[in-house]
């Protein structure tokens, strides 16, 4: 599969086989999100996972919102930023979950986005508790780091039709 196919097919997946993503994938997966871009080459990304039922859970009651899904999925990587870094850290992580994302893909493996950063643990207190302040609390050695998301990982239970842009999109580009 070419590179236009496999980001073609690249769809959010929320359900999930009950199936284990074999560590070797796994390794293959951090192994390539590892080489994407960063800001000067600071690489100021870190990736944790898990494959803990108990903190899937967790994450899965992060939000009020978007992210219950996550506790029956067999795996979840957390995309994480050192701002001691950098302060593009959400950048430089934004860019490493995509390519995290087409690296899951392209093993046949489906994920989902699921953001954290500046995102309330409740929708009816969105000044309050963040879902980074609740996970940190719930996960203490995510704590050193800044969270911009959680990506659910695993071998798609429904497999969507890949995009296909329609006149519907519209046209997205111009020239200047």
């Not at 284990?20 to 951090?30: C, D, F, G, H, L």
């Not at 009651?61 to 930023?81: E, H, N, Y």
Request: proline share 7%.
């Amino acid at each position: 599969m070419d590179f236009k196919q496999l980001a073609a097919r690249r769809r959010s997946i929320r359900k999930y086989e009950d199936r284990k993503v074999s560590p070797e994938a796994i390794r293959s997966i951090i192994e390539t999100t590892l080489t994407a871009p960063s800001s000067k080459n600071c690489r100021s990304t870190r990736i944790a996972f898990t494959e803990d039922p108990a903190i899937l859970e967790v994450i899965s009651t992060m939000r009020s919102t978007g992210a219950q899904f996550v506790k029956d999925a067999p795996l979840a990587f957390f995309i994480l930023g050192d701002d001691s870094d950098t302060d593009l850290w959400k950048e430089n992580c934004a860019i490493s979950a995509t390519v995290l994302q087409i690296a899951a893909e392209d093993m046949g493996l489906g994920t989902c986005w699921v953001h954290v950063n500046g995102r309330p643990f409740r929708n009816e207190d969105p000044g309050g508790k963040t879902a980074g302040d609740y996970l940190k609390e719930n996960i203490p050695q995510l704590a050193p780091y800044r969270i911009l998301c959680v990506v659910a990982c695993g071998y798609p239970a429904i497999r969507p039709k890949a995009h296909q842009p329609g006149p519907e999109d519209g046209d997205k580009s111009f020239r200047i």
